[in-house]
């Protein structure tokens, strides 16, 4: 079966821009979950949706926000982008809050 | 909230000797203790979990066990092969049902 798909791979924005990152989870999976990847800081959750609904929210500022449509898919946003952003965002989903699979990521560069 | 250390950050092995990674967590409600490898340009894959109602678990060459009174558990790979060079990484999920990782672990298997 297909995996989870994060789109795009890459990413070039500039400071002060916001960005918008899309995640595909596997068919049939309702929780998706986004984490932030850093050399310095590791994997760090950012928020959980399940069925359209924020179930979790990590530690980031306002500035990252998400959302779930009615097909599971998600996406998440960063407004007003800081250099500190750039990051690999990953997104992961599970049918039930137990086994997440994670997608190959998204690689943010904010220059 | 859960906190999760693992060590050690790097470890060398010869192909075909064994490789042990450990991790401490702090919040006793913690249930689900996934573990994951993540090679280079890629998510992390998840390849093998437990439930805190477990004490082992076994898939061919990997094992992990879980000693819940001291809140701790390892990652046990046998037979290594240089496919094993990986970053694995540890995590806990607390109540809140989000994974809290580990630093991860630098894994290089000499051949």
């Known amino acids: 079966k297909a995996g989870v798909t994060q789109t795009p791979r890459y990413l070039i924005k500039t400071r002060g821009q916001q960005v918008t990152l899309s995640c595909s989870p596997i068919s049939g999976h309702r929780s998706v979950s986004w984490y932030q990847q850093t050399p310095g800081q590791g994997l760090q959750f950012l928020f959980e949706y399940f069925s359209e609904t924020q179930r979790n929210k990590g530690n980031f500022p306002g500035r990252f926000s998400g959302r779930q449509f009615s097909n599971s898919r998600s996406e998440m946003n960063v407004s007003t982008l800081e250099l500190g952003d750039s990051a690999l965002y990953l997104c992961?989903?599970?049918?039930?809050?137990?086994?997440?699979?994670f997608g190959s990521g998204t690689r943010l560069t904010v220059v | 909230g859960e906190n999760v250390e693992q060590h050690p950050s790097t470890l060398s092995v010869q192909e075909g000797d064994s490789a042990v990674i450990k991790c401490t967590y702090s919040d006793s409600a913690s249930n689900y203790f996934p573990w994951y490898k993540q090679e280079l340009g890629k998510g992390p894959q998840l390849i093998i979990d437990?439930?805190?109602?477990?004490g082992e678990k076994k898939d061919q060459r990997i094992a992990v066990t879980l000693n819940k009174t001291a809140k701790h558990f390892s990652l046990h790979i046998t037979e290594t092969q240089p496919e094993d060079s990986a970053v694995y990484f540890c995590a806990a999920t607390p109540t809140s049902k989000k994974l809290v990782f580990g630093a991860g672990t630098i894994l290089r298997v000499k051949s």
């Open positions: 437990i439930r805190s109602n477990v």
């Open positions: 992961a989903s599970s049918p039930d809050s137990y086994g997440y699979t």
